[in-house]
Every structure is written in structure tokens, then in C-alpha cells.
Nanobody, 122 residues
Framework: QVQLVESGGGLVQAGGSLRVSCEAS????????MGWFRQAPGKQRELVAT???????NYADSVTGRFAISRDNAKNTVSLQMNSLKPEDTAVYYC????????????????WGQGTQVTVSS
């Protein structure tokens, strides 16, 4: 599987903005879907947003209109711009890669990043 390295996140006041980014290691890979999930304390991990290599986004209802996902297929990076943040957005945000094809190897297992903390204070 590819390794996913996240950056960004941190602490912000309600109404503020943050950006998290993720880069997949390994050259010669193409990734069908990249996206973000989050997990708040005591809750299950949930989808935030995903984006296909063809440019089709999918957002959770709770973030639609506030978050924007983007990716660079050539660099295998994905970013999530989070605006109008709310305390309920507080969670560990995980990068996800699904449908990874490695030239010369074939299909690889789907991958998760290690997570980055986003905390929104009220």
C-alpha cells in the first residue's frame, strides 16, 4: 500500500478556517479516490469528503457548503479547505486512498493516513 502523510490541522476558533493536506508516497501510482474521514472522541469514523481522479466530489451533508476538497492527480495529493468551522468539526482527520494502481506491481491495498488533529474552540 502507499503511505499517506498528512499535514495541517491545529486549533482554531469557531468561524475560522483550516486546511489539511495529504500526500501519497510512491511514484508510478494512480489513485482512483482520495478523501478525508474524521473521528471524534467516542464516535465512529465518518466520511467528510472524497474526490475521484475524474473530479467527482462527494461531501457529507454536515460539511457541504463549508468544506472544499481538491487534489493534484499528478502529485497524488489531496487537500481539504475547511471554512466556517464549528466546535462539532473537532476530530482527528484521516486521509484515505482507495483504488491504488502501481505500475509494474498492480493493485495495492487501500490506505489510511495516521491522522491529524483539528480542534475548534467555541
Amino acid at each position: 500500500q502507499v503511505q499517506l502523510v498528512e499535514s495541517g490541522g491545529g486549533l482554531v476558533q469557531a468561524g475560522g478556517s483550516l486546511r489539511v493536506s495529504c500526500e501519497a508516497s510512491g511514484s508510478g501510482c494512480s489513485i482512483q479516490v482520495m478523501g478525508w474521514f474524521r473521528q471524534a472522541p467516542g464516535k465512529q469514523r465518518e466520511l467528510v469528503a472524497t474526490l475521484t481522479s475524474g473530479g467527482s466530489p462527494n461531501y457529507a451533508d454536515s460539511v457541504t457548503g463549508r468544506f472544499a476538497i481538491s487534489r493534484d492527480n499528478a502529485k497524488n495529493t489531496v487537500s481539504l479547505q475547511m471554512n466556517s468551522l464549528k466546535p462539532e468539526d473537532t476530530a482527528v482527520y484521516y486521509c484515505r486512498a482507495v483504488g491504488v494502481w502501481s505500475a509494474g506491481v498492480g493493485w495495492l491495498d487501500d490506505s489510511w493516513g495516521q491522522g491529524t488533529q483539528v480542534t475548534v474552540s467555541s
